[in-house]
Every structure is written in structure tokens, then in C-alpha cells.
């Protein structure tokens, strides 16, 4: 996955990085093989709060989570948390999506013929 970092009133140091990182390395199972992937991290400190914003783009839908909180790194880890859940819905609607569409074309409506 491609990451692209962003800090608004703070430095993105390494270890903010690894941190992202090795949660979403957690969560690689859940994005398949196909397509390409690609996260923006917005790192914001405003008024004592730290903010983050991942922007993941995926497919053709674009998963977005926000959280704010005195710990960067607890806003950090609730983000990528939000995004597993919405990763997870989503791929429950698509295998969801093929299931339905399957069902119904394997229905033939009964010939004339045989009545």
C-alpha cells in the first residue's frame, strides 16, 4: 500500500510512520491482492487535540475516518479501526452483491413444453 503523509502544526517523525504502518500490515488481509491501494494520513495538533484523517482509496471507492483525541497516537490507532470497519462492511456488500446476483441466475424459469 501507498502511504502519503501530511502534518498540519506537527512534524510526521518515523515512528508516527511505523505506527500507521505496521497496524495497517494488521489489516492486509483484508484488502485483497487486486487493484490499486493508496492512503493519505492528515496529521493535525489544534487547540491541544490531536486529529487524524486516512483518506483510503481502494477500488473504485474511497473509505474515509476521523478521529480526535488528547493522544496522537490512540487518534492514530481509532482511525485505522474506523477503516477496518468500513472495509469489512464494504466487502460484505460486494461478496454479498455476488451471492444474490448468482442465486438468481441460476433460477430458470420452468418451458412450456415440459408443463
Known sequence: MKFEYTGRHIDVTPALRSHVESHFERLAHLFDGNGDRSAHVIIEVEHGKHRSEIIVKWHDHVLTATT?????????????????KQVLKLKSKITDKHQKAQKISTLTPPDEDDV
Open 68 to 84: 480526535s483525541v488528547l493522544d496522537m497516537y490512540q487518534s492514530l490507532s481509532q482511525t485505522i479501526d474506523k477503516i477496518e
